[in-house]
Protein backbone atom coordinates (compact mmCIF):
# COMPACT_ATOMS: atom_id res chain seq x y z
CA UNK A 1 0.00 0.00 0.00
CA UNK A 2 1.55 3.11 -0.70
CA UNK A 3 0.36 6.54 1.23
CA UNK A 4 0.87 10.10 -0.23
CA UNK A 5 4.42 11.78 1.56
CA UNK A 6 1.32 14.42 2.67
CA UNK A 7 -0.27 11.95 4.80
CA UNK A 8 2.59 9.99 6.12
CA UNK A 9 4.04 13.63 7.11
CA UNK A 10 0.44 14.47 8.65
CA UNK A 11 0.57 11.06 11.21
CA UNK A 12 4.18 12.05 11.93
CA UNK A 13 3.60 15.38 13.11
CA UNK A 14 0.45 14.38 14.99
CA UNK A 15 2.21 11.94 17.29
CA UNK A 16 4.85 13.38 18.87
CA UNK A 17 7.93 11.19 19.22
CA UNK A 18 8.46 11.94 22.97
CA UNK A 19 5.00 11.19 23.41
CA UNK A 20 4.95 7.51 21.61
CA UNK A 21 8.35 6.09 22.99
CA UNK A 22 7.35 7.52 26.56
CA UNK A 23 4.71 4.38 26.25
CA UNK A 24 7.82 2.12 26.63
CA UNK A 25 10.77 3.61 27.96
CA UNK A 26 11.58 5.75 30.90
CA UNK A 27 13.02 8.47 30.09
CA UNK A 28 14.13 12.02 31.96
CA UNK A 29 14.33 15.19 30.85
CA UNK A 30 17.86 16.75 30.10
CA UNK A 31 18.18 20.11 28.67
CA UNK A 32 16.31 19.88 25.53
CA UNK A 33 16.56 16.40 25.33
CA UNK A 34 15.04 13.08 27.09
CA UNK A 35 17.60 10.33 27.97
CA UNK A 36 16.36 6.56 28.71
CA UNK A 37 17.51 2.96 29.16
CA UNK A 38 18.18 2.04 25.29
CA UNK A 39 15.45 -0.59 24.40
CA UNK A 40 17.89 -1.66 21.62
CA UNK A 41 20.66 -2.96 23.63
CA UNK A 42 21.96 -3.59 27.03
CA UNK A 43 22.36 -0.98 29.68
CA UNK A 44 22.85 0.25 32.52
CA UNK A 45 22.92 4.06 32.22
CA UNK A 46 20.79 6.01 29.59
CA UNK A 47 22.45 6.51 26.88
CA UNK A 48 19.19 6.55 24.69
CA UNK A 49 18.41 10.13 23.52
CA UNK A 50 14.93 11.45 22.05
CA UNK A 51 14.75 14.85 20.60
CA UNK A 52 11.90 16.85 20.64
CA UNK A 53 12.87 19.66 18.52
CA UNK A 54 14.25 17.25 15.74
CA UNK A 55 11.62 14.35 16.36
CA UNK A 56 13.81 11.39 16.23
CA UNK A 57 15.69 9.39 18.83
CA UNK A 58 19.32 8.43 18.91
CA UNK A 59 20.88 5.77 20.72
CA UNK A 60 24.79 6.62 21.76
CA UNK A 61 25.53 3.30 22.97
CA UNK A 62 24.47 0.82 19.99
CA UNK A 63 23.97 3.89 17.37
CA UNK A 64 19.91 2.76 17.05
CA UNK A 65 18.19 5.86 15.53
CA UNK A 66 15.26 7.34 13.73
CA UNK A 67 12.15 8.49 14.02
CA UNK A 68 8.57 7.37 15.16
CA UNK A 69 8.31 5.34 12.32
CA UNK A 70 10.98 3.31 12.55
CA UNK A 71 11.03 2.94 16.25
CA UNK A 72 7.89 1.00 16.04
CA UNK A 73 9.59 -0.83 13.55
CA UNK A 74 12.17 -1.69 15.29
CA UNK A 75 10.71 -1.71 18.37
CA UNK A 76 7.27 -3.80 17.83
CA UNK A 77 8.48 -5.41 14.95
CA UNK A 78 5.56 -3.61 12.57
CA UNK A 79 6.06 -3.06 9.04
CA UNK A 80 5.99 0.27 7.79
CA UNK A 81 2.24 -0.51 6.88
CA UNK A 82 1.47 -1.64 10.45
CA UNK A 83 3.43 1.35 11.91
CA UNK A 84 1.63 4.08 10.39
CA UNK A 85 -1.88 2.34 10.45
CA UNK A 86 -1.07 2.42 14.23
CA UNK A 87 -0.29 5.98 14.60
CA UNK A 88 -2.71 7.33 12.75
CA UNK A 89 -5.36 5.47 14.59
CA UNK A 90 -3.92 6.95 17.77
CA UNK A 91 -4.04 10.49 16.38
CA UNK A 92 -7.40 9.90 15.00
CA UNK A 93 -6.00 10.61 11.23
CA UNK A 94 -8.04 8.81 8.77
CA UNK A 95 -6.01 7.21 6.11
CA UNK A 96 -7.13 7.12 2.48
CA UNK A 97 -9.26 4.12 1.57
CA UNK A 98 -7.52 0.54 0.25
CA UNK A 99 -9.15 -0.13 -2.76
CA UNK A 100 -10.81 -3.43 -1.25
CA UNK A 101 -13.27 -5.20 -3.02
CA UNK A 102 -16.75 -5.86 -1.63
CA UNK A 103 -15.52 -8.86 -0.68
CA UNK A 104 -12.58 -7.66 1.49
CA UNK A 105 -14.56 -4.84 3.15
CA UNK A 106 -17.27 -7.83 4.03
CA UNK A 107 -14.71 -9.55 6.02
CA UNK A 108 -12.86 -6.94 7.32
CA UNK A 109 -16.48 -5.88 8.99
CA UNK A 110 -17.08 -8.91 10.05
CA UNK A 111 -14.06 -9.07 11.58
CA UNK A 112 -14.04 -6.17 13.16
CA UNK A 113 -17.69 -7.30 14.73
CA UNK A 114 -16.09 -10.73 16.03
CA UNK A 115 -13.51 -8.91 18.09
CA UNK A 116 -16.53 -6.47 19.46
CA UNK A 117 -18.30 -9.57 20.68
CA UNK A 118 -15.30 -11.18 22.14
CA UNK A 119 -14.53 -8.11 23.73
CA UNK A 120 -17.74 -7.68 25.16
CA UNK A 121 -17.85 -11.43 26.44
CA UNK A 122 -14.22 -10.96 27.88
CA UNK A 123 -15.69 -8.26 29.99
CA UNK A 124 -18.42 -9.71 31.04
CA UNK A 125 -16.58 -12.73 32.13
CA UNK A 126 -14.20 -10.40 33.90
CA UNK A 127 -17.08 -8.79 35.79
CA UNK A 128 -18.41 -12.27 37.30
CA UNK A 129 -15.03 -13.55 38.52
CA UNK A 130 -15.20 -10.83 40.88
CA UNK A 131 -19.31 -11.50 41.54
CA UNK A 132 -20.94 -13.78 44.48
CA UNK A 133 -21.21 -16.29 41.71
CA UNK A 134 -17.88 -16.01 40.54
CA UNK A 135 -16.04 -16.47 44.30
CA UNK A 136 -15.36 -20.76 43.44
CA UNK A 137 -13.47 -19.51 40.59
CA UNK A 138 -11.59 -16.87 42.45
CA UNK A 139 -10.76 -19.02 44.97
CA UNK A 140 -9.32 -21.48 42.46
CA UNK A 141 -7.18 -18.66 40.94
CA UNK A 142 -5.91 -17.49 44.35
CA UNK A 143 -4.98 -21.36 45.55
CA UNK A 144 -2.58 -21.60 42.11
CA UNK A 145 -1.06 -18.81 44.19
CA UNK A 146 -2.04 -15.78 41.27
CA UNK A 147 -2.21 -12.25 42.75
CA UNK A 148 -5.14 -10.01 42.21
CA UNK A 149 -2.84 -8.12 40.21
CA UNK A 150 -1.55 -11.22 37.80
CA UNK A 151 -5.47 -11.76 37.60
CA UNK A 152 -6.32 -8.37 36.77
CA UNK A 153 -3.63 -8.20 33.98
CA UNK A 154 -4.27 -11.62 32.11
CA UNK A 155 -7.92 -10.55 32.37
CA UNK A 156 -8.93 -13.46 33.45
CA UNK A 157 -12.70 -14.31 34.09
CA UNK A 158 -15.13 -16.78 35.22
CA UNK A 159 -18.35 -18.62 33.26
CA UNK A 160 -20.31 -19.82 36.19
CA UNK A 161 -22.97 -22.45 35.62
CA UNK A 162 -25.73 -20.42 33.66
CA UNK A 163 -25.41 -22.03 30.64
CA UNK A 164 -27.09 -19.00 28.72
CA UNK A 165 -26.80 -16.06 30.56
CA UNK A 166 -23.74 -14.26 28.64
CA UNK A 167 -25.90 -15.00 25.57
CA UNK A 168 -28.54 -13.20 27.18
CA UNK A 169 -26.23 -10.28 28.17
CA UNK A 170 -24.44 -9.87 24.62
CA UNK A 171 -27.63 -10.04 23.03
CA UNK A 172 -28.64 -7.36 25.63
CA UNK A 173 -25.96 -5.22 24.14
CA UNK A 174 -27.40 -5.38 20.64
CA UNK A 175 -25.74 -8.75 19.33
CA UNK A 176 -27.30 -11.15 17.00
CA UNK A 177 -27.66 -15.24 17.75
CA UNK A 178 -25.42 -15.64 14.46
CA UNK A 179 -22.61 -13.28 15.29
CA UNK A 180 -22.26 -15.05 18.80
CA UNK A 181 -22.10 -18.63 17.56
CA UNK A 182 -19.79 -17.77 15.02
CA UNK A 183 -17.87 -16.07 17.55
CA UNK A 184 -17.83 -19.64 19.35
CA UNK A 185 -19.32 -18.26 22.29
CA UNK A 186 -22.52 -20.42 22.03
CA UNK A 187 -24.00 -23.09 20.16
CA UNK A 188 -27.18 -24.47 19.49
CA UNK A 189 -29.60 -27.74 19.60
CA UNK A 190 -32.63 -28.23 19.63
CA UNK A 191 -33.55 -28.76 23.21
CA UNK A 192 -32.15 -25.44 24.97
CA UNK A 193 -31.66 -23.30 21.97
CA UNK A 194 -28.99 -21.01 21.47
CA UNK A 195 -26.91 -21.67 25.01
CA UNK A 196 -23.37 -21.01 26.21
CA UNK A 197 -20.37 -22.48 24.99
CA UNK A 198 -18.82 -22.36 28.11
CA UNK A 199 -20.22 -22.52 31.79
CA UNK A 200 -18.68 -23.14 35.55
CA UNK A 201 -15.12 -22.55 34.06
CA UNK A 202 -12.37 -19.98 34.65
CA UNK A 203 -11.55 -17.90 31.58
CA UNK A 204 -8.46 -17.54 30.20
CA UNK A 205 -9.28 -14.59 27.56
CA UNK A 206 -6.77 -15.27 24.30
CA UNK A 207 -5.33 -12.03 22.85
CA UNK A 208 -3.19 -11.36 20.00
CA UNK A 209 -0.32 -9.48 19.81
CA UNK A 210 -1.91 -6.58 20.15
CA UNK A 211 -4.20 -7.03 22.96
CA UNK A 212 -7.26 -7.83 21.15
CA UNK A 213 -9.16 -11.17 22.75
CA UNK A 214 -9.93 -13.38 20.08
CA UNK A 215 -10.97 -16.60 21.71
CA UNK A 216 -11.19 -17.97 25.08
CA UNK A 217 -10.09 -21.00 27.20
CA UNK A 218 -11.56 -22.29 30.00
CA UNK A 219 -10.34 -24.26 32.42
CA UNK A 220 -13.33 -26.44 34.52
CA UNK A 221 -14.08 -25.93 37.71
CA UNK A 222 -14.35 -29.94 39.76
CA UNK A 223 -14.05 -32.92 37.62
CA UNK A 224 -16.20 -32.47 34.55
CA UNK A 225 -14.68 -32.87 30.97
CA UNK A 226 -13.15 -31.56 29.01
CA UNK A 227 -10.82 -29.96 31.81
CA UNK A 228 -9.81 -27.26 28.96
CA UNK A 229 -12.00 -26.33 26.28
CA UNK A 230 -11.19 -24.02 23.55
CA UNK A 231 -12.70 -21.21 21.61
CA UNK A 232 -13.16 -23.09 18.41
CA UNK A 233 -10.91 -21.25 15.14
CA UNK A 234 -12.91 -18.34 13.57
CA UNK A 235 -12.10 -15.65 11.05
CA UNK A 236 -10.34 -13.87 14.12
CA UNK A 237 -8.88 -17.29 15.69
CA UNK A 238 -6.11 -19.03 13.87
CA UNK A 239 -4.36 -21.07 16.85
CA UNK A 240 -1.71 -21.88 14.43
CA UNK A 241 -0.86 -18.19 14.09
CA UNK A 242 -1.02 -16.91 17.72
CA UNK A 243 0.27 -17.68 21.29
CA UNK A 244 -1.11 -17.32 24.27
CA UNK A 245 1.05 -14.40 26.70
CA UNK A 246 2.36 -13.19 23.11
CA UNK A 247 1.29 -9.66 23.36
CA UNK A 248 3.29 -9.73 26.51
CA UNK A 249 6.07 -11.32 25.45
CA UNK A 250 6.46 -9.87 22.37
CA UNK A 251 8.08 -6.68 23.88
CA UNK A 252 10.18 -8.72 26.91
CA UNK A 253 13.57 -8.36 24.74
CA UNK A 254 14.93 -11.64 27.07
CA UNK A 255 16.99 -12.64 23.72
CA UNK A 256 14.72 -15.50 24.11
CA UNK A 257 11.21 -16.96 24.48
CA UNK A 258 10.10 -19.33 26.76
CA UNK A 259 7.71 -22.23 25.50
CA UNK A 260 5.32 -23.59 27.79
CA UNK A 261 2.13 -26.28 27.90
CA UNK A 262 -0.26 -23.80 29.40
CA UNK A 263 -1.84 -21.26 30.02
CA UNK A 264 -1.68 -21.66 33.76
CA UNK A 265 2.43 -22.33 33.51
CA UNK A 266 2.75 -18.82 31.23
CA UNK A 267 0.52 -16.91 33.79
CA UNK A 268 2.71 -18.14 36.78
CA UNK A 269 5.95 -17.65 34.99
CA UNK A 270 5.08 -13.71 34.15
CA UNK A 271 4.13 -13.51 37.82
CA UNK A 272 7.68 -14.36 38.34
CA UNK A 273 9.06 -11.94 35.94
CA UNK A 274 9.84 -14.02 33.12
CA UNK A 275 7.56 -12.25 30.74
CA UNK A 276 9.02 -13.85 27.75
CA UNK A 277 6.76 -16.69 28.37
CA UNK A 278 4.70 -18.04 25.82
CA UNK A 279 2.38 -21.48 24.82
CA UNK A 280 0.52 -22.87 22.02
CA UNK A 281 -3.34 -22.56 21.97
CA UNK A 282 -4.50 -26.49 23.31
CA UNK A 283 -2.70 -27.75 20.51
CA UNK A 284 0.48 -28.97 19.58
CA UNK A 285 3.29 -26.41 18.56
CA UNK A 286 3.26 -25.53 14.66
CA UNK A 287 4.80 -24.53 12.10
CA UNK A 288 3.36 -20.48 12.00
CA UNK A 289 3.62 -20.35 15.50
CA UNK A 290 7.39 -21.21 15.01
CA UNK A 291 7.91 -18.50 12.77
CA UNK A 292 5.80 -15.87 14.57
CA UNK A 293 8.40 -16.45 17.40
CA UNK A 294 10.99 -15.64 14.78
CA UNK A 295 10.22 -11.82 15.15
CA UNK A 296 11.14 -12.09 18.66
CA UNK A 297 13.69 -14.11 19.52
CA UNK A 298 16.30 -16.33 17.78
CA UNK A 299 16.15 -18.41 20.82
CA UNK A 300 13.30 -20.49 22.01
CA UNK A 301 13.85 -22.64 25.55
CA UNK A 302 11.26 -25.47 26.03
CA UNK A 303 9.37 -25.88 29.20
CA UNK A 304 7.14 -28.83 28.81
CA UNK A 305 6.14 -31.10 31.21
CA UNK A 306 8.87 -33.39 32.20
CA UNK A 307 6.13 -36.50 31.83
CA UNK A 308 6.52 -38.97 29.19
CA UNK A 309 3.99 -36.83 26.96
CA UNK A 310 5.94 -33.17 27.67
CA UNK A 311 8.82 -35.12 26.27
CA UNK A 312 7.34 -36.09 23.03
CA UNK A 313 5.87 -32.72 22.90
CA UNK A 314 9.25 -31.26 23.30
CA UNK A 315 11.16 -33.69 20.56
CA UNK A 316 8.29 -32.63 18.13
CA UNK A 317 8.53 -28.88 19.04
CA UNK A 318 12.44 -28.82 18.74
CA UNK A 319 12.27 -30.32 14.98
CA UNK A 320 9.58 -27.39 14.03
CA UNK A 321 11.92 -25.26 15.47
CA UNK A 322 14.90 -26.20 13.87
CA UNK A 323 12.67 -26.01 10.58
CA UNK A 324 12.06 -22.69 11.05
CA UNK A 325 16.01 -21.45 11.60
CA UNK A 326 15.36 -21.24 15.39
CA UNK A 327 17.78 -22.55 18.19
CA UNK A 328 15.78 -24.80 20.44
CA UNK A 329 16.91 -25.44 24.20
CA UNK A 330 15.40 -27.58 26.90
CA UNK A 331 15.00 -26.56 30.13
CA UNK A 332 15.46 -29.12 32.94
CA UNK A 333 12.42 -28.93 35.58
CA UNK A 334 13.43 -32.37 37.32
CA UNK A 335 12.05 -32.48 40.25
CA UNK A 336 9.30 -31.13 39.41
CA UNK A 337 6.49 -31.88 36.99
CA UNK A 338 6.00 -28.48 35.33
CA UNK A 339 7.19 -24.82 35.33
CA UNK A 340 4.02 -23.21 37.47
CA UNK A 341 5.23 -26.41 40.41
CA UNK A 342 8.25 -25.67 39.62
CA UNK A 343 8.47 -22.27 40.72
CA UNK A 344 6.06 -22.28 43.88
CA UNK A 345 8.42 -25.16 44.91
CA UNK A 346 12.15 -23.44 44.16
CA UNK A 347 11.72 -19.85 43.10
CA UNK A 348 12.85 -17.36 41.11
CA UNK A 349 16.67 -17.44 40.93
CA UNK A 350 16.82 -21.24 40.61
CA UNK A 351 14.91 -20.74 37.68
CA UNK A 352 16.97 -18.21 36.36
CA UNK A 353 19.88 -21.02 36.72
CA UNK A 354 18.24 -23.36 34.80
CA UNK A 355 17.38 -21.12 32.08
CA UNK A 356 21.11 -20.76 31.72
CA UNK A 357 21.64 -23.96 32.23
CA UNK A 358 19.17 -25.37 29.35
CA UNK A 359 20.34 -28.15 27.42
CA UNK A 360 21.18 -28.46 23.85
CA UNK A 361 18.34 -29.58 22.17
CA UNK A 362 20.65 -31.94 19.76
CA UNK A 363 21.59 -33.66 23.28
CA UNK A 364 18.49 -33.65 24.43
CA UNK A 365 17.36 -35.68 21.79
CA UNK A 366 20.23 -37.82 21.73
CA UNK A 367 19.58 -38.31 25.71
CA UNK A 368 16.28 -39.34 25.18
CA UNK A 369 16.67 -42.03 21.98
CA UNK A 370 19.68 -43.55 24.58
CA UNK A 371 17.35 -44.42 26.81
CA UNK A 372 16.00 -46.75 23.58
CA UNK A 373 18.96 -48.87 23.57
CA UNK A 374 21.11 -50.91 25.63
CA UNK A 375 24.35 -49.76 25.60
CA UNK A 376 25.90 -52.77 27.31
CA UNK A 377 24.91 -54.72 24.05
CA UNK A 378 27.27 -54.27 20.87
CA UNK A 379 24.53 -54.40 18.26
CA UNK A 380 22.09 -52.05 20.45
CA UNK A 381 25.08 -49.93 20.66
CA UNK A 382 25.93 -49.34 17.21
CA UNK A 383 21.92 -48.94 16.43
CA UNK A 384 22.23 -46.01 18.74
CA UNK A 385 25.46 -44.88 17.01
CA UNK A 386 24.19 -45.37 13.80
CA UNK A 387 20.74 -42.80 14.68
CA UNK A 388 23.04 -40.48 15.94
CA UNK A 389 25.45 -40.51 12.65
CA UNK A 390 22.06 -39.85 10.80
CA UNK A 391 21.09 -37.41 12.84
CA UNK A 392 24.45 -35.46 12.59
CA UNK A 393 24.22 -35.76 8.69
CA UNK A 394 20.93 -33.27 9.50
CA UNK A 395 23.15 -30.50 9.72
CA UNK A 396 23.77 -29.01 6.68
CA UNK A 397 26.57 -26.78 7.44
CA UNK A 398 29.64 -29.08 7.98
CA UNK A 399 31.13 -25.93 10.60
CA UNK A 400 28.50 -27.28 12.41
CA UNK A 401 28.14 -30.90 11.66
CA UNK A 402 32.18 -30.97 12.65
CA UNK A 403 31.51 -29.30 16.18
CA UNK A 404 28.74 -31.60 17.02
CA UNK A 405 30.72 -34.27 15.86
ZN1 LIG B 1 21.23 1.34 22.21
Not at 9 to 35: A, L, P, W
Not at 63 to 76: C, H, I, P, Q, R
Not at 189 to 212: A, C, L, S, T
Amino acid sequence: MYYPDEVVEEVRMKNDIVDVISGYVKMQRRGSNYFGLCPFHNEKSPSFSVSQIKQMYYCFGCGAGGNVFTFLMEYENYSFEEAIKFLADKAGVSLPETDYSVEARRNENKRAKLLAVNKEAARYFYYQLRSQKGQVGYRYLRERALSDETIKKFGLGFAHVTSDDLTKYLKSKGYEDKLIMEAGLAGFDEKYGVHDKFWNRVMFPIQDGNHRVIGFGGRVMGDGKPKYLNSPETMIFDKSKNLYGLNFARTARAGHIILCEGYMDVIAMHQSGFTQAVASLGTSFTAGQANLLRRYAKEVILAYDSDGAGVNAALRAIGILKEAGLTGKVLNLEPYKDPDEFMKNLGEDVFKERLRQAENSFFFELRMSEKNYNLKDPESKTRFHREIAQKLCGFSEEVERENYI
